[in-house]
């Protein structure tokens, strides 16, 4: 999928805007758009509190690691489905904690080359596959959703 290049390009030129201005416009990668995804996160989080309210409590990750704010949003081009999380972690070493926090292990995470600071993915969930990097302070999520029940062969 194009889609990850093309955000890269978008959150690196940004570096040092907030969260929801690093969100991708509505075409700026080809035929896809802002949408309600189910499963996806949208809007803001301004503060710790407001995190907590929108992750269902799941935020002190982030908040024990320079969290400054968020934005999220899904998308759609055609039957394709995805969702992206942008967390302003403040400080690039705390963007790095964050993507280490998160990290797991086996064949099914791959590190990614030439993206971002650091970037792997990981397709080890039934349903998804999860692209997360660091770019500067943010920590990027992008969660590839499935059409269907069934993962596609790679």
Same mark, same amino acid.
């Given at each position: 999928?194009?889609?990850?290049?093309?955000?890269?390009?978008?959150?690196?030129?940004?570096?040092?805007?907030?969260?929801?201005?690093?969100?991708?416009?509505?075409? &700026?990668?080809?035929?896809?758009?802002?949408?309600?995804?189910?499963?996806? /996160? @949208? %809007?803001? #989080?301004?503060? !710790?509190?407001? *995190?907590?309210?929108?992750?269902?409590?799941? &935020?002190?990750?982030?908040?024990?690691?320079?969290?400054?704010?968020?934005? /999220? @949003? %899904?998308? #759609?081009?055609? !039957?394709?489905? *995805?969702?992206?999380?942008?967390?302003?972690?403040?400080?690039?070493?705390?963007?790095?904690?964050?993507?280490?926090?998160?990290? @797991?292990?086996?064949?099914?995470?791959?590190?990614?080359?030439?993206?971002?600071?650091?970037?792997?993915?990981?397709?080890?969930?039934?349903?998804?596959?999860?692209?997360?990097?660091?770019?500067?302070?943010?920590?990027?999520?992008?969660?590839?959703?499935?059409?269907?029940?069934?993962?596609?062969?790679?």
């Amino acid at each position: 999928m194009r889609i990850f290049p093309g955000i890269l390009v978008f959150v690196t030129a940004c570096l040092g805007a907030a969260p929801e201005w690093l969100l991708p416009a509505d075409n &700026a990668v080809t035929g896809w758009v802002m949408s309600t995804v189910s499963g996806c /996160y @949208s %809007g803001t #989080a301004v503060d !710790s509190q407001t *995190l907590y309210d929108k992750i269902d409590g799941g &935020a002190t990750e982030y908040t024990d690691r320079g969290y400054q704010g968020s934005a /999220y @949003s %899904g998308y #759609a081009n055609g !039957s394709d489905r *995805l969702c992206v999380e942008i967390y302003d972690q403040g400080a690039p070493d705390s963007a790095l904690h964050v993507y280490q926090y998160f990290f @797991s292990t086996g064949e099914e995470c791959r590190p990614i080359a030439n993206l971002g600071d650091s970037a792997r993915l990981d397709t080890s969930a039934a349903f998804n596959n999860n692209l997360e990097f660091i770019a500067g302070r943010y920590f990027v999520r992008i969660i590839v959703k499935f059409p269907s029940y069934a993962k596609p062969n790679a």
